[in-house]
């Protein structure tokens, strides 16, 4: 596990949510520090996906969805949630990748260059270099820097997630957000996405939720584990598989429960 | 399990797949009185009307001698009322299907907008007809020409257009628009960088569908005063000298294929019904053409679509 400086790249102070009347997520008070991975776990609905797309504004799509509370990005101290940012703005920041692979009906290299299109870019050479960056970022090159026009539909699953991955990449991202990225994968893709994220972390901070608890252990530095919209407990990877201090994450963690 | 009962249970399987067998012939059946009645029809006409069928017949002008008749005008007229039908039905109603889909809030205002383009779909189109001789007729002084019988056709099909506009970005699986909006999209780029190129086939199908209808309406172009002799053709659109465009053909009286063929039935000489029946072969086979352009286009957009 690599150490050095911790520092926090988004701080999530007394964050409450509501799906109009409904109250998913309940005072969460949770730090995601910087180039590290953090796994949200925890039973099904207890809200991690709910808290994971409040990193990119993703509930703001759908009317009668209501934030309290505030996730404070650093260096420059933005607060995701507040109304007055704009959830374009946070979205270009932070990048997202789906639970089941959702490539473009278009070319590799198009659904690659979408996010740097949206961003206005035209010039053909910055185009080409950065989807071979993004593509090499997500051990996909060599498999497809020769048929780059094929349609992204002619990949394999593991492969249309990796595309995905780069898609998200191609943006220089600050936050990269995962939602079960392995969930709709066959074990050997699973374990390339695994090894993808344990690279990745190098040059960007990774908030990943899963419902494999060994993926978890695997994977992350940090874990967090949440139910019924609560945070119950967030710690080092280790502390919370070896020596959790609540006794609902050990009932969680030993398979006692959920 | 006993041997009674499995042998009940094999007499249960029989009769249920009796009825499976039941209904599939039914359904072809159906499906072949349908089919065969369009075969008839068209069998009756090109029988009647294939001979007639000349490189004369498509580039004479009406006649009152059958022989000499031909129906250049109303082929050209034709022709023409498509294109200012198309070009005013699919902008129109691909906006505002799109608008109702994606920007619409759920509110009474969106509901009226639906309601009444509901109510459009069931309009009589001598109704049609009698709206456009008010208001692009007259009102508008658009008078009786190629402009407003395209305009009132692009609003007989507009609620066709926009249903099938509507079912078609429907079907859009919502993680695609999630995935381009997670990525920065505005609103308009998710529309019109993906809602709109993958729901194309849809919209296609809406306007052969609504196409097709329009070329076969009557009443409403009667209703406008399209001329049933007409022994010219309209301005051409392009012209000699400068700005070598000219949008005259616009203002023009005209004549329709249909308009062509109910006179010449209306006619005592069975020579003209015989002309009648070349004309009616002729505007099937332009419908049918067009459907064909339109399902191959379709065929070539959807290859790239897999959902």
């Known amino acids: ?258 | 399990m006993d041997r009674n009962a499995v042998q009940e249970m094999r007499e249960l399987i029989a009769r249920h797949k009796r009825w499976d067998l039941i209904f599939a012939c039914v359904g072809l059946l159906c499906l072949s009185v349908a089919a065969l009645t369009f075969v008839a029809l068209v069998v009756d006409m090109a029988i009647d009307g294939a001979p007639r069928l000349s490189w004369d017949f498509f580039t004479n002008f009406p006649s009152r001698h059958p022989a000499q008749a031909g129906i250049l005008s109303a082929w050209v007229g034709t022709t023409l009322v498509m294109l200012v039908t198309a070009a005013a039905a699919i902008p129109v109603g691909v906006a505002g299907a799109v608008y109702l889909e994606e920007y619409a809030p759920n509110n009474w205002f969106t509901a009226i907008i639906e309601i009444n383009i509901t109510n459009l779909a069931g309009v009589p189109s001598i109704v049609y007809g009698l709206l456009a001789l008010g208001l692009f007729v007259y009102t508008f002084g658009l008078g009786q020409s190629i402009l407003s019988a395209g305009l009132t056709l692009g609003l007989l099909i507009l609620p066709v257009v926009i249903v099938a506009t509507r079912e078609a970005i429907r079907s859009i699986p919502s993680v695609i628009r999630e995935a381009a909006y997670a990525l920065g999209a505005t609103k308009w780029q998710s529309t019109w960088d993906h809602v709109l190129p993958y729901s194309l086939p849809g919209i296609l199908t809406g306007v052969i569908i609504g196409m097709a209808r329009a070329i076969g309406e009557t009443a409403p172009i009667i209703t406008i005063g399209a001329l049933t002799f007409i022994a010219f053709l309209p301005p051409a659109p392009v012209t000699a000298q400068f700005p070598f465009l000219s949008l005259e053909w616009l203002m023009a009286p005209f004549t329709v294929m249909p308009i062509q063929m109910f006179n010449w039935t209306s006619r005592p000489e069975a020579a003209f019904h015989q002309n009648a029946a070349a004309a009616g072969l002729v505007l099937l086979l332009m419908t049918l053409s067009m459907n064909a352009l339109a399902i191959y286009i379709r065929y070539r957009l959807r290859k790239r679509i897999k959902w």
């Not at chain 1, 109009?20 to 953090?38: C, D, Q, R, S, W």
């Not at chain 1, 994971?52 to 209501?66: E, I, S």
């Not at chain 1, 090894?195 to 060994?214: G, P, R």
């Open chain 1, 1 to 258: 596990m690599a150490t050095g400086a911790l520092s926090v790249k988004a701080q999530t102070k007394a964050l409450n949510f509501y799906y109009v009347a409904f109250h998913a997520l309940k005072g969460i008070n949770m730090p995601l520090y910087e180039k590290k991975v953090t796994a949200l776990i925890g039973p099904s609905g207890c809200g991690k996906s709910t808290y994971l797309r409040c990193f990119n504004r993703m509930h703001d799509l759908y009317a009668g969805n209501r934030y309290e509370g505030e996730i404070k990005l650093y260096p420059d101290d933005t607060n995701l949630l507040d109304a007055q940012v704009d959830p374009i703005e946070v979205r270009m920041r932070i990048s997202m990748v789906f639970q089941k692979p959702n490539p473009f009906p278009k070319s590799i290299f198009e659904n690659v260059a979408y996010g740097l299109r949206v961003r206005g870019e035209r010039k053909a050479s910055v185009l080409d270099e950065k989807v071979e960056i993004a593509l090499r970022g997500a051990a996909l090159w060599d498999e497809v820097k020769d048929r780059l026009k094929d349609l992204a539909f002619n990949l394999s699953g593991g492969q249309q997630q990796r595309l995905c991955i780069a898609r998200a990449l191609a943006t220089d991202p600050e936050i990269l957000l995962f939602d079960e990225p392995t969930s709709a994968l066959d074990p050997i893709a699973t374990a390339s996405i695994e090894e993808l994220i344990a690279d990745l972390k190098s040059k960007l901070t990774i908030l990943i939720v899963t419902h494999n608890m060994q993926q978890a252990a695997r994977v992350s530095d940090y874990t967090a584990y949440m139910y019924l919209g609560e945070l119950i407990e967030f710690d080092a990877t280790d502390t919370i598989f070896i020596k959790p201090k609540n006794k609902a994450t050990e009932d969680y963690i030993t398979g006692r429960f959920g």
